[in-house]
């Protein structure tokens, strides 16, 4: 004898089918939809995590520009200083030349003989403007300039006889150089 199903079993496992499909399509859609929500949410912290970054960053820049600009004024400050600093340590140096410069001159003009009226410098040249009792006396006070250690390059500018008082005198005009050091 033949059975014969008459129960729509074909259509019924078509629909199952169907049915298992629209639900792994939803299933899928949802989890897709969800993945995208999802990054979706994780952007937009990460950009406001980002912005409040920057808005540190910004303020520390400020705060470092302001630093920067105040090391730029005591670094001028300092270069300044420094500058002053090295125009005193200048004049330290040079403090006891003239007072070196007017001792040894003592010790090189002849006492009794030769008389200074004047002693100038200009840029490391001595003029010493003077009246001497005779050439003798003139040449005796260059010499004793040329073996000072503090004159170098001795000259004799000017050389004139005159009379102070009936005595017979000699005006001289010497240039040297000053050694240095």
């Known amino acids: 004898m033949i059975k014969i199903n ?17 639900i792994a399509l939803a299933g899928s859609l949802g989890a897709f939809i969800l993945i995208i929500l999802s990054l979706h949410i994780y952007t937009v912290l990460g950009i ?3 912005e409040k970054d920057v808005k540190v960053a910004d303020e520390q820049l400020k705060g470092l520009i302001k630093i920067a600009g105040e090391m730029d004024v005591v670094m001028a400050d300092k270069k300044l200083l420094e500058k002053k600093i090295e125009i005193i340590n200048n004049l330290e140096k040079i403090r006891m030349d003239a007072v070196l410069l007017l001792n040894e001159m ?21 003029r010493l403007d003077g009246v001497a009792r005779d050439n003798l006396a003139i040449a005796h ?18 050389s004139k006889q005159d009379k102070i008082s009936n005595t017979k005198i000699q005006k001289f005009i010497i240039s040297c150089g000053i050694k240095k050091g």
């Open 141 to 158: 006070f260059m010499q004793n300039l040329e073996q000072s250690s503090c004159f170098r390059s001795v000259d004799l500018r000017y």
């Open 6 to 22: 008459l129960l729509p079993y074909r259509e019924r496992k078509k629909v199952d089918v169907m049915r298992r499909q629209i």
């Open 106 to 126: 003592t010790v090189t003009v002849p006492s009794g003989q030769v008389w200074l009226m004047g002693i100038s410098e200009t840029g490391g040249e001595l």
């Open 48 to 50: 406001g995590w980002l």
